[in-house]
């Protein structure tokens, strides 16, 4: 499967964003799919999973009652949407795809195989 990750961009703090990932291939509903973000600087963290249909999502503190995931299967995409945005928030967005992840691994990068390109999501103060 290959990702494209979209919607980032320059924001105030307090905005909001609309992240899109979208699959190419078969399969897509089948994926457990991943937003992980990586801050300049820094490494790259876990920001929010949802299984294959959509029934139950996880989400990393730190964005826990602002970020939202979901997923439109029809439509091959997962969506991130990012409200009361912070400066700490600023970073690179990636999306990830794994069919097999393991129970309760859904935060760690290396279970997943495929990610996208990346977004940059900046937050202005």
């Known amino acids: 499967v290959q990702l494209q990750a979209s919607g980032g961009g320059l924001v105030q703090a307090g905005g909001s964003l609309r992240l899109s990932c979208t699959a190419s291939g078969r399969a897509f509903s089948s994926y457990m799919m991943g937003w992980f973000r990586q801050p300049p600087g820094k490494e790259r963290e876990f920001v929010a999973a949802i299984t294959w249909n959509g029934g139950s999502s996880y989400y990393a503190d730190s964005v826990k009652g602002r970020f939202t995931i979901s997923r439109d299967n029809a439509k091959n995409t997962v969506y991130l949407q990012a409200n009361n945005l912070k400066p700490e928030d600023a970073a690179v967005y990636y999306c990830?795809?794994?069919?097999?992840?393991?129970?309760?691994?859904?935060?760690?990068?290396?279970?997943?195989?495929?990610w996208g390109q990346g977004t940059q999501v900046t937050v202005s103060s």
């Open positions: 990830a795809a794994e069919i097999h992840v393991r129970d309760g691994m859904y935060n760690l990068m290396h279970e997943y195989d495929y």
